[in-house]
């Protein structure tokens, strides 16, 4: 049974990539009344560069250097006993910490929400900030946890056999939002069905 | 009295099928007059196929009676010499009490021949308490009911020369014979495993070649030098076959035995860290093996000989330090030897009959055992069935322990038959009780 | 990743690697305010001490309360069961108790081996030390130590020059020391008497030497090696402590002779004046006391990967 793997739609190019990072920039600087206080937290790998680009955006627009950092969750994933061990990725804060911060986290795609989750921990362990928000480029649906983005680039309603691939410049060469998959609804979507229409 | 009976089609040494008449404990007649001489009422058995070997003759047997009657007792280790196709075995003298008086040894004795599996030939150990230190009753032993003939503090070297001198020395008045273990003891302290290679990366402490073949080289020249008989157990290392080799030809009364593990079985398996593979001597390289393969077949090694050594579970089920040394052997022997000799090409069966039960019974001086299969001779034989193969699973061995290295490995060749004086103790592979009341076998164990 | 941590010969060159980039990451949380991280709750590690070493114990059960373990220590030195049956006996016992790892030091070699291949306990064995065989761990912060100081704290040791001085014969740490920096790409050299060297050593990946003023002048790192007294006049293995010193230990003439950027390591306990004087272990370059606390990171990267996946790989 072969699935339609091979087809891979790029749903964002590199400028519609920019344009939803620059409103994603504007809608924070709103939300927070200025800059004061920021401080945005990449998730790794790909929330690493978005958090420093929308960094870079908001000083092209108020002219002030916004903290930035990464966040690794992996030792706060709750599924890893199911998966074979990662290598964990950089946890980098700027010298002054969590403390009384207002932390957006940054990440390429929310789905389950269980990334989320782990973070919150992770954070949590680091100290405490006066509020959390979330920013996230695709939010693809499908949560399993409690969890809302403040801050969304592109809502991309997917099936649930559909993969959903974010990349930046900084690791892939390119900025662009790809879905693989066979792009039918999920029920349509079932192997056994699609095997049984040949 | 047994049933007369005729075998049909066997072949004696591998050699032409022919009859055997087996009648009041000898080999009444072969060939035709085997047909002819047949009395009304005897037994057939089509066994054709089948080699026929005198029966073995084990140099080296623990049986643990007296003291470690849960290891093994002399009635379950000479079941099992029976079904590995012993009509002899000479019992090792380490037990508890130590077998260094008549009363000991005369009492093994009698055990064995009420436990009536095979005839048990008691070792009598070489000094008190195997202790190395003061000369035990030699001649007593020799004397007793036992008559006894081979003395060996096997477990431990007779590592002082003079005690080994005198030893040598004093068994001449009644030709008797002193089975070296061949360890210095010195060089082997807390020793683990054959010192190599693999010794250094396991972090065992090695136990190396040269502290066996210091003692054999001394031992040959002491031999020489007293006119005496000397006997080598268990050669493990290609320096040691070398040594005999040389004393043979200087003409010495020097004989040797090594185990079916030795030639079979290398150092490499001590990297499971499992102590099934914990001997003394311990497992050598693959060029030791090779050599005593080579040994055993132009003879300056004499005979196989088991070590047989029972050891309870937890003795084995441990960590490799703390764990007892010894394999069972009695009831795998021929098997590998088949492996390792006849299927090598090294040993014909008639090699195997002479190594594993004329050589050896010379060596004990024992009478009716290791004979030729002719007429008139002491119907002592094992049927072979060479072409067999089987998995040796250590529940279904006769022993009472399970510490065989072969475990859950294929050996060629079975025993199918083994008679002592012309009664069956194992027939068609299973064990016939002694004393039972015997059904004439008729039929076919083909 | 490997089920066990036996010997240091169980990690390739990418899974050593990625022991000691998790190890790094590691090391820096332990800064944070909060040290423990909830990776590992509800999981149960047991500490099975079959031999005293406070200093290993220490070190692991630190590793295992940081990942927020629960930890058990399982002391069975000098109780009632000395030997034999109790290792299998004990191992039942743990494994009624559901350990997800148990880490293991023995006086015998192999015995982490019996324990994991034997089938009587389920969780993964570290060795922690067995008899004169290995100790990966250690092996793993040594390299860990080494890396941070001659290569930067990234990628291996290629090329590094390692001389490892001592008492190689019982030495575990050197045994799983010349497994694992060959394998990291390090040039490693054993410096002894050669009585204190191992029968089969042209087998090793190292060479060897015995003449330690030769050896020094061409190290990035010299690591002493711990000798007892007792193999001294007692064990025939030298004729004197002073002699031993003299010709195979550290002092300050020989600290000169090592290049600038070389480093000095011990893996403990020390006998200062035997095979290092107390001004060498005292000295900048000493990087000693960093071993210890490197020692934690890396025994927490090593229980993370163990115990990752690891029910994931019970259930395929």
């Known amino acids: 049974m072969e699935r339609a793997a091979g087809t891979e739609r790029v749903v964002l190019d590199d400028r519609d990539v920019a344009r939803a990072l620059t409103r994603i920039a504007h809608e924070i600087l709103e939300r927070n009344r200025g800059s004061d206080n920021l401080l945005l937290l990449g998730i790794p790998r790909r929330g690493v560069p978005l958090a420093r680009r929308i960094a870079d955006r908001i000083a092209a627009v108020e002219n002030i250097e916004v903290p930035t950092g990464s966040l690794d969750v992996t030792m706060y994933r709750d599924d890893l006993r199911l998966r074979p061990a990662r290598a964990l990725e950089h946890t980098e804060l700027p010298p002054a910490g969590v403390e009384g911060k207002t932390v957006v986290l940054v990440d390429d795609v929310l789905f389950s929400g269980r990334t989320v989750r782990s973070a919150l921990d992770a954070l949590h362990d680091l100290g405490r900030p006066r509020a959390v928000r979330l920013a996230v480029l695709v939010d693809r649906g499908h ?25 930046v410049a ?29 | 009295m047994n049933h007369p009976l005729l075998l049909k089609g066997v072949r004696p040494l591998g050699g ?33 196929g089948l080699i026929a070997l005198p029966g073995l003759v084990d140099l080296h047997t623990h049986l643990r009676e007296p003291g470690r009657e849960d290891a093994e007792t002399v009635a379950s280790g000479t079941k099992a010499a029976a079904m590995g196709g012993f009509t002899a075995v000479h019992a090792m003298a380490n037990t508890d009490p130590v ?20 005839d048990v030939h008691p070792v009598g150990a070489v000094t008190v308490g195997i202790a190395g230190q003061r000369l035990a009753e030699l001649g007593a032993m020799a004397d007793s009911a036992a008559h006894v003939r081979i003395f060996s503090d096997d477990g431990h070297c007779v590592s002082d020369a003079v005690v080994m001198r005198r030893a040598l020395e004093y068994v001449k008045a009644f030709d008797g014979v002193i089975a070296q273990h061949a360890q210095e003891p010195r060089l082997t302290e807390g020793a683990q495993m054959n010192e190599g290679q693999l010794s250094g990366r396991l972090g065992l402490a090695g136990w190396p070649a040269v502290a066996e073949e210091a003692i054999v080289a001394r031992d040959v020249l002491l031999a020489a030098h007293v006119g005496s008989r000397l006997h080598v157990c268990h050669v493990s290392t290609a320096g040691s076959v070398e040594i005999i080799r040389w004393a043979k030809t200087k003409g010495w009364d020097v004989t040797a035995e090594v185990t079916p593990h030795h030639l079979l079985l290398t150092d490499e398996l001590a990297a499971s860290y499992d102590p099934l593979f914990k001997v003394n001597p311990p ?50 022997a021929l098997s590998v030897v088949q492996e390792a000799m006849i299927d090598t090409g090294l040993l014909d069966w008639a090699g195997v009959a002479d190594r594993m039960s004329t050589r050896p019974a010379a060596i004990g001086r024992l009478r009716g055992q290791g004979r030729p299969l002719s007429a008139g001779e002491p119907a002592n034989l094992v049927l072979v069935d060479a072409d067999a193969r089987r998995t040796v699973r250590p529940l279904g061995l006769a022993s009472l322990s399970r510490n065989t ?34 059904p004439a076998p008729v039929g076919s164990l083909r | 990743m490997i089920r066990h941590l036996l010997s240091a010969a169980d990690l390739d060159h990418t899974e050593a690697l990625r022991v000691l980039d998790t190890a790094a990451e590691l090391l820096a949380l332990a800064d944070r305010p909060i040290k423990k991280l909830p990776t590992l709750r509800g999981r149960t590690v047991v500490n099975l001490f079959f031999e005293d070493s406070t200093r290993t114990r220490i070190s692991f059960e630190a590793a295992a309360k940081r990942l927020s373990a629960d930890v058990i220590t399982f002391s069975a030195k000098g109780s009632s069961v000395s030997k034999g049956e109790s290792l299998k006996d004990t191992a039942l016992t743990l494994q009624a108790l559901g350990a997800d790892a148990v880490i293991v030091r023995h006086q015998s070699s192999g015995a982490p081996h019996r324990l994991a291949a034997s089938g009587w306990v389920d969780g993964s064995v570290v060795n922690a030390g067995d008899g004169t065989h290995e100790h990966p761990t250690q092996a793993l912060l040594d390299a860990f130590t080494l890396r941070r100081h001659l290569a930067g704290g990234v990628g ?35 410096v002894a008497p050669p009585t204190l060297l191992p029968v089969g050593i042209d087998s090793w990946p190292v060479s060897t030497s015995y003449d330690l003023d030769g050896a020094l002048a061409k190290s990035d790192a010299v690591m002493m090696l711990r000798v007892q007294r007792e193999r001294g006049a007692a064990g025939g293995f030298f004729p004197s402590a002073r002699e031993y010193s003299r010709r195979y230990g550290i002092d300050s003439r020989r600290m000169a002779l090592l290049p600038d950027h070389a480093i000095v390591m011990h893996p403990g306990p020390m006998n200062r004046g035997v095979e290092i004087t107390a001004e060498v272990a005292d000295h900048e370059r000493s990087v000693i006391v960093e071993q210890v606390s490197n020692g934690v990171a890396v025994r927490m990267a090593v229980l993370y990967l163990l115990l990752s996946g690891s029910a994931g790989e019970q259930d395929a």
Request: glycine fraction near 10%.
């Open chain 2, 99 to 118: 077998a260094d008086t008549a009363g000991v040894v005369e009492q093994v004795w009698r055990l064995g021949r009420e436990a009536g599996w095979c």
């Open chain 2, 283 to 332: 497992l050598r390289s693959a060029e030791d093996v090779q050599a005593l393969r080579e040994g055993l077949a132009d003879g300056a090694v004499d005979a196989v000989a088991t070590d047989h050594a029972p050891h309870p579970v937890e003795d084995k089920e441990c960590e490799w330090s703390a764990a007892a040394m010894g394999m069972l052997g009695l009831e795998t």
């Open chain 1, 170 to 198: 900084e690791y892939d060469g390119i900025d662009a939002v790809c879905i693989t998959g066979t792009g039918l609804h999920p029920s349509e979507a079932d192997p056994a069905r699609a095997g049984g229409l040949r």
């Open chain 2, 16 to 48: 032409q099928p022919t009859d055997l008449l087996l009648r009041d404990g000898v080999i009444a007649a072969t060939g035709a007059a085997a047909v002819a001489e047949a009395p009304a009422g005897t037994s057939e058995l089509d066994v054709a």
């Open chain 1, 143 to 167: 949560r399993e946890l409690p969890v809302r983005a403040d801050f969304v680039g592109k809502n991309l309603p997917t099936s649930l056999v559909e993969r959903v691939r974010v990349l």
């Open chain 3, 156 to 190: 291996d040791l290629d090329g590094r020059r390692i001389t490892i001085v001592g008492d190689v014969l019982h030495s575990r740490v050197a045994r799983s020391n010349a497994l694992l920096l060959a394998t990291l790409g390090a040039e490693v050299t054993l």
């Open chain 2, 405 to 438: 290295p072969f475990a859950d490995r294929e050996l060629p060749g079975r025993v199918v038959a083994t008679f002592l004086r012309g009664r069956p103790t194992v027939l068609d592979g299973q064990a016939v009780e002694p004393g039972t009341a015997r």
